[in-house]
């Protein structure tokens, strides 16, 4: 079965680092654009950066912009999201998904979700 998983998450301060880590088992990454989104208590699921099949990122929220990094080793078959820099409003629980298809999309084009990893940025 397809399945992706997170990693890399927890508590870190202020302009503090983290990097997150989605692997996948069951399938190859190659194929699959690969999105990470967060969702914030109280608040809607909002993508972060995606990353293609061959390695172009796509930003989604400006607030991360120079802060946040996508990448993915293929040999590993993961994809990470380096989070530095971080503000207490980047505390959310932070979701990969694999779209169905080689380039990036919306959530509503990802046919396989992560369980989430919480990163909480405490003040």
């Known amino acids: 079965q397809l399945q992706l998983v997170e990693s890399g998450g927890g508590l870190v301060q202020p302009g503090g680092s983290l990097r997150l880590s989605c692997a996948a088992s069951?399938?190859?990454?190659?194929?699959?654009?690969i999105g990470w989104f967060r969702q914030a208590p109280g608040k809607e699921r909002e993508g972060v950066l995606c990353?293609?099949?061959?390695?172009?990122?796509?930003n989604y929220a400006d607030s991360v912009k120079g802060r946040f990094t996508i990448s993915r080793d293929y040999a590993k078959n993961t994809v990470y999201l380096q989070m530095n820099s971080l503000k207490p409003e980047d505390t959310a629980v932070y979701y990969c998904?694999?779209?169905?298809?080689?380039?990036?999309?919306?959530?509503?084009?990802?046919?396989?979700w992560g369980q989430g990893t919480l990163v909480t940025v405490s003040s």
């Open positions: 990353i293609s099949s061959s390695g172009d990122s796509t």
């Open positions: 998904g694999a779209h169905a298809h080689y380039y990036c999309s919306s959530s509503r084009g990802v046919e396989v």
């Open positions: 069951g399938f190859s990454l190659d194929y699959y654009a």
